[in-house]
């Protein structure tokens, strides 16, 4: 029987710990992921995400092209007539697969570390590739307080732009962020009251930011941003709350309901309440880039060994460390063992290569069920273990991005940081 097809796997809904148990023990202490696709109905693809051309549309052309894949994920998509597993990432064990939810509710604190499980009994973050072919609604996302008002979690986020991703910066390579210093409260609402009139002017209360691969930000919740078409690697916390405060984008109507989906429904109409969900402050922050961009810091200067590790995501959303990221990148021929202080979810972006008994292998073009050797999710004792990577390519670089749980970094540099802390 063929593996190459998620196809040809048996799904198993429950009792997964000995198939959990049976993989740590062949792999190393790391768990193989099957690729996780996501639609949006309300955007179009951007082609960067080596999903083979005809499978953009393999949910069906109603539910909207793919132009999300999420990595790591035990976090639902919220989207609309939504597949009962959407957002789900699988575990490829054998010729079985679970999902890491199953497998994380079953065995907690051996994935994902005692700490973490102990406070939320589950994986609480998720990263994403986000992959459009133009820019999206001036929207955002709900903090802890306001998604609890609708049973749900608040979703701070950060971005970071693989080169390996962004070949081309499609048709805007801008994001708006923000409100421009000395906006008022009133000029939001007057947009809020025009939703139906055509375009309804947020953005001419905000600025743009040319976006460059290879940099990043860390955006806090309540905070209107507008992503660009770059192809992004995002690290964030595991919900899908978000607000859409921009009614006509590219020509296509975005409509009331993806404004107040997460909102209390007697809210919906209540325009003051609707602007009151900004953070005000950190909207029209007259240092907005100074404290929200990020460059990568490098962990230590390896290179005469072959490695180097960097820091691409890292700072505090209202003084907590809510998720960080890295960037390995391994010479051709070399080797090299990383210890991490806590489980992590790793995306291969080029090179082929080996990370403890798995194979690592950045594919060139993946179909909508096709298996993959580029996603991993690796437990908290095998990163304190420390992880050994090795390039098998004579050529090639080989690079793989990693993100992680709250609070699991300490040593990692503030915002700013990059200013002084390059090679």
Same mark, same amino acid.
């Given at each position: 029987?063929?593996?190459?097809?998620?196809?040809? *796997?048996?799904?198993?809904?429950?009792?997964?710990?000995?198939?959990?148990?049976?993989?740590?023990?062949?792999?190393?202490?790391?768990?193989? $992921?099957?690729?996780?696709?996501?639609?949006?109905?309300?955007?179009?693809?951007?082609?960067?995400?080596?999903?083979?051309?005809?499978? $953009?549309?393999?949910?069906?052309?109603?539910?909207?092209?793919?132009?999300?894949?999420?990595?790591?994920?035990?976090?639902?998509?919220?989207?609309?007539?939504?597949?009962?597993?959407?957002?789900?990432?699988?575990?490829?064990?054998?010729?079985?697969?679970?999902?890491?939810?199953?497998?994380?509710?079953?065995?907690?604190?051996?994935?994902?570390?005692?700490?973490?499980?102990?406070k939320y009994k589950r994986w609480p973050v998720y990263s994403k590739f986000f992959d459009n072919m133009g820019p999206i609604p001036h929207h955002m996302h709900q903090?802890?307080?306001?998604?609890?008002?609708?049973?749900?979690?608040?979703?701070?986020?950060?971005?970071?732009?693989?080169?390996?991703?962004?070949?081309?910066?499609?048709?805007?390579?801008y994001t708006f962020m923000g409100l421009e210093l000395g906006t008022t409260k009133a000029q939001v609402r007057k947009c809020l009251e025009n939703w139906n009139k055509?375009?309804?002017?947020?953005?001419? *209360?905000?600025?743009?930011?040319?976006?460059?691969?290879?940099?990043?930000?860390?955006?806090?919740?309540?905070?209107?941003?507008?992503?660009?078409?770059?192809? +992004?690697?995002?690290?964030?916390?595991?919900?899908?709350?978000?607000?859409?405060?921009?009614?006509?984008?590219?020509?296509?109507?975005?409509?009331?309901?993806?404004?107040?989906?997460?909102?209390?429904?007697?809210?919906?109409?209540? $325009?003051?309440?609707?602007?009151?969900?900004?953070?005000?402050?950190?909207?029209?922050?007259?240092?907005?880039?100074?404290?929200?961009? $990020?460059?990568?810091?490098?962990?230590?200067?390896?290179?005469?060994?072959?490695?180097?590790?960097?820091?691409?995501?890292?700072?505090?959303?209202?003084?907590?460390?809510?998720? +960080?990221?890295?960037?390995?990148?391994?010479?051709?021929?070399?080797?090299?063992?990383?210890?991490? %202080?806590?489980?992590?979810?790793?995306? +291969?972006?080029?090179?082929?290569?080996?990370? %403890?008994?798995?194979? *690592?292998?950045?594919?060139?073009?993946?179909?909508?069920?096709?298996?993959?050797?580029?996603?991993?999710?690796? +437990?908290?004792?095998?990163?304190?273990?420390?992880?050994?990577?090795?390039?098998?390519?004579?050529?090639?670089?080989?690079?793989?991005?990693?993100?992680?749980?709250?609070?699991?970094?300490?040593?990692?540099?503030?915002?700013?940081a990059y200013r002084k802390n390059k090679f």
């Open positions: 029987m063929s593996m190459k097809s998620v196809k040809n *796997l048996k799904t198993v809904n429950k009792k997964v710990r000995n198939l959990v148990e049976s993989a740590l023990e062949e792999s190393g202490g790391l768990l193989r $992921l099957a690729p996780c696709w996501v639609p949006r109905s309300f955007l179009q693809p951007g082609k960067r995400l080596k999903l083979h051309p005809d499978d $953009l549309y393999a949910f069906g052309l109603n539910r909207g092209g793919i132009d999300e894949r999420w990595f790591a994920s035990t976090t639902p998509a919220a989207n609309e007539n939504r597949t009962p597993d959407e957002g789900l990432s699988y575990v490829v064990a054998g010729r079985s697969r679970f999902t890491l939810q199953a497998a994380v509710a079953e065995c907690g604190a051996e994935l994902i570390g005692r700490k973490i499980w102990n903090s802890q307080k306001q998604a609890r008002l609708v049973g749900q979690e608040g979703k701070p986020e950060s971005y970071y732009f693989p080169p390996q991703h962004n070949n081309v910066g499609n048709n805007f390579p055509g375009d309804n002017g947020i953005l001419d *209360l905000s600025r743009a930011y040319r976006l460059k691969p290879g940099t990043g930000w860390l955006i806090g919740p309540c905070i209107l941003h507008a992503p660009g078409s770059l192809c +992004t690697y995002e690290p964030q916390w595991g919900s899908d709350v978000f607000g859409m405060y921009q009614s006509l984008v590219e020509g296509r109507e975005v409509p009331w309901s993806l404004l107040v989906k997460d909102m209390p429904k007697s809210k919906h109409k209540d $325009l003051d309440f609707i602007v009151d969900q900004l953070d005000w402050e950190a909207n029209v922050d007259p240092k907005f880039k100074d404290n929200h961009y $990020l460059e990568p810091v490098p962990v230590a200067d390896t290179r005469s060994e072959g490695y180097v590790d960097r820091w691409i995501v890292y700072g505090k959303v209202h003084d907590e460390q809510l998720f +960080t990221a890295k960037e390995l990148t391994v010479e051709p021929g070399a080797k090299c063992t990383i210890k991490d %202080n806590g489980a992590y979810g790793l995306i +291969t972006v080029q090179g082929k290569g080996k990370m %403890n008994k798995l194979n *690592l292998d950045c594919p060139k073009l993946i179909r909508f069920h096709e298996l993959t050797e580029d996603e991993v999710f690796c +437990t908290e004792d095998a990163a304190k273990a420390g992880v050994t990577f090795e390039n098998t390519s004579d050529v090639e670089p080989l690079v793989v991005l990693r993100y992680f749980g709250p609070e699991v970094n300490p040593e990692a540099p503030g915002l700013g």
